[in-house]
């Protein structure tokens, strides 16, 4: 059965099909083509199922986020579905899930490749969400790393000092300066690559949100979750529903004058530490 006859349907790119990333392809997935990519083909199949049988229309393509080839095939398999007007990006890897080199190679510089061959077929007035993290403030870096971090070609981001020495001592660290990039990188683009497109982007930077890879976390990072969800102003952990709604909006036409900026949604815990009511120790 045709569920939808219409042709040119809007496309919607979602890299890497998990929790959040599903939560707000469905807000905004009705009448449009819904290309899923992800490493894992179970992954794939699953998240495919529970959306076709809630009656949208998807296709799937594996996809390595951190192969360049890969996402350039990806990116080339949603043009030639119809106009790419949305791109939502959330494949990463947490810190207790990966060593560093896999998070420079994941969160760093896949993010990059991804923003930068998304800008290459994102539709006029389409719009780009990046799924960065709270975490990418919690490190206070100098003006110099943070302007490096924004405009390094992508080919040479794993070379900067910062990743070499820092990002590299461990996980915590590279997850950190990986998120930090993203943000950076976006407002980058926003005035770049993705600007000459007519195309807006942002990062969404989520706190704690109940999802699979979180559920990692929480078992390997001791009472520190606890204490995070404890001193925050919400007292709770988020869900990915409510990332859902925040993207749905960014991607929408209601947010036409958005771009290059960042949208926080942690509960407070960002606010907690900055103003000393949570002291958080990074090593
Ligand atoms: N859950 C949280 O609390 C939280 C908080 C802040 C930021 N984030 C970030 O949000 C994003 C999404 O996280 P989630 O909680 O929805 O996790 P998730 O595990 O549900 O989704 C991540 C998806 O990325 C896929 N993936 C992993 N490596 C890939 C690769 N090389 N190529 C393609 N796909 C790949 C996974 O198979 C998975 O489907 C991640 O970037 C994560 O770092 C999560």
Redesign the pocket.
């Known amino acids: 059965m045709n569920f939808n006859s219409n042709t040119n349907k809007p496309v919607i790119a979602l ?9 707000i392809t469905k807000r905004i997935g009705a009448g449009k083509t819904i290309l899923l ?4 083909e179970k ?1 794939l199949e699953e ?1 495919a199922k529970e959306l076709r049988t809630s009656g949208y229309i998807v296709e799937t393509q594996k ?5 360049g080839d ?1 996402v350039r095939a990806f990116a080339e398999k949603a043009a030639s579905l119809g106009p790419v007007k949305y791109f939502i ?6 810190p207790s899930q990966a060593k560093p080199e896999h998070i420079i190679k ?2 760093l510089v ?2 990059a490749i991804a923003i930068d061959e998304f800008s290459k077929v994102i539709a006029e007035g389409g719009a780009g969400l990046i ?5 990418g403030y919690m490190m206070h870096l100098t003006p110099e790393v943070e302007h490096e971090l924004a405009m390094t070609e992508t080919e040479k981001l794993a070379d900067l000092e910062v990743v070499k020495s820092t990002a590299m001592s461990n996980s915590g660290a590279a ?1 950190i300066i990986s ?1 930090r990039a993203n943000q950076l990188r976006v407002r980058t683009a926003a005035a770049t690559s993705w600007a000459d497109a007519r195309a807006r982007i942002n990062t969404i ?10 559920y990692d ?1 929480f078992n390997a990072a001791g009472n520190t979750y606890q204490q995070m969800i404890d001193s925050s102003a919400a007292r709770r ?2 869900t ?1 529903e409510e ?1 859902g709604a925040a993207g749905a909006f960014l991607l929408s036409d209601e947010a036409s004058f958005i771009t290059g900026t960042d949208l926080l949604i942690d509960g407070g815990v960002i606010a907690a530490i900055e103003s000393g009511t949570y002291n958080l120790h990074i090593r």
Do not use: F, W
């Open positions: 890299l890497g099909s998990g929790s959040m990333g599903t939560a990519g992800d490493i894992s992954n998240r996809v390595d986020a951190c192969d890969s990006d959330t494949a990463g890897a947490s994941l969160d896949g993010t799924v960065a993290s709270q975490t997850y998120k930077s989520p706190g704690v949100i109940v999802t699979p890879l979180a976390e952990v988020g990915p990332i």
